[in-house]
């Protein structure tokens, strides 16, 4: 081996290794961690934390959530992309995206009140999931503009799983096609019920949780099986 070659992959080693504190690193002092027991596992529990007073302080914990139909995969977001090996999320896979997320907004059937952007969605509103659209991965109105799409999300649905629901800010800025699109938290189905992708709870959870949310924290989620949570709690200083 090269020894230059093999210094600079102990110096690329030692920085991955440095841990990097998530309140600095992204501005945040709201904290959402989703975990499950392992990849494929779609049952998982969700706890809540503030920063303050130079730590984390857990506001809500033990609450039930469930992923997608399978589990959990790594996808591009605000953690190192070393993380990501194995299986990586694409669209129509199943899984939930595993990794740190930004939390953009809310959108609901009804105006909500709270300290985050949000919108109100009624039956011309989509979600596009089609690759080939130039609003894949977006929210539209066909009120104002021209579909271009073979496949969309109704977001006004015939259940109430869509009645309140958080943005999740993966794969966007740029959205690259077939990696994944139109993550949410939203309401759930049943305790044993999955998503297409997303991670759903109770009703009164998620209202809760849309209460606490509040923009000028940069409120962030974390998700990941126990395993991979390890190691993003070692990289980024989480509770």
Not at 31 to 57: F, H, P, Q, R
Not at 94 to 120: E, R, T, V
Not at 180 to 198: E, K, L, Q, V, Y
Not at 210 to 220: G, T, V
Request: proline content about 3%; aromatic content about 10%.
């Amino acid at each position: 081996m090269n020894p230059f070659s093999f210094i600079l992959g102990l110096l690329a080693l030692f920085s991955f290794n440095q841990s990097e504190d998530l309140n600095q690193k992204f501005n945040t002092s709201q904290l959402i961690v989703v975990t499950t027991d392992n990849w494929n596992k779609i049952e998982g529990k969700m706890a809540v934390y503030e920063y303050s007073d130079n730590k984390w302080k857990l506001v809500m914990d033990n609450i039930a959530i469930v992923t997608g139909r399978s589990g959990m995969a790594w996808a591009k977001g605000l953690h190192s992309n070393k993380l990501n090996t194995g299986i990586l999320k694409k669209e129509g896979d199943g899984n939930s995206p595993a990794g740190i997320f930004h939390l953009s907004g809310l959108f609901g059937y009804q105006d909500i009140q709270s300290k985050m952007n949000s919108i109100k969605v009624n039956e011309r509103t989509f979600c596009v999931d089609d690759s080939k659209s130039v609003y894949y991965n977006q929210i539209v109105s066909t009120d104002t503009l021209k579909k271009d799409w073979n496949s969309a999300e109704t977001m006004l649905m015939k259940s109430d799983a869509y009645k309140f629901g958080i943005f999740v800010d993966y794969n966007v800025n740029p959205s690259i096609a077939q990696d994944g699109s139109c993550i949410f938290m939203h309401i759930w189905s049943g305790s044993d019920s999955p998503t297409a992708g997303c991670t759903a709870m109770k009703e009164t959870d998620i209202k809760k949780l849309i209460d606490f949310l509040d923009k000028s924290k940069n409120p962030i989620l974390v998700q990941a099986p126990r395993s991979a949570y390890e190691k993003l709690k070692r990289i980024y200083k989480l509770p």
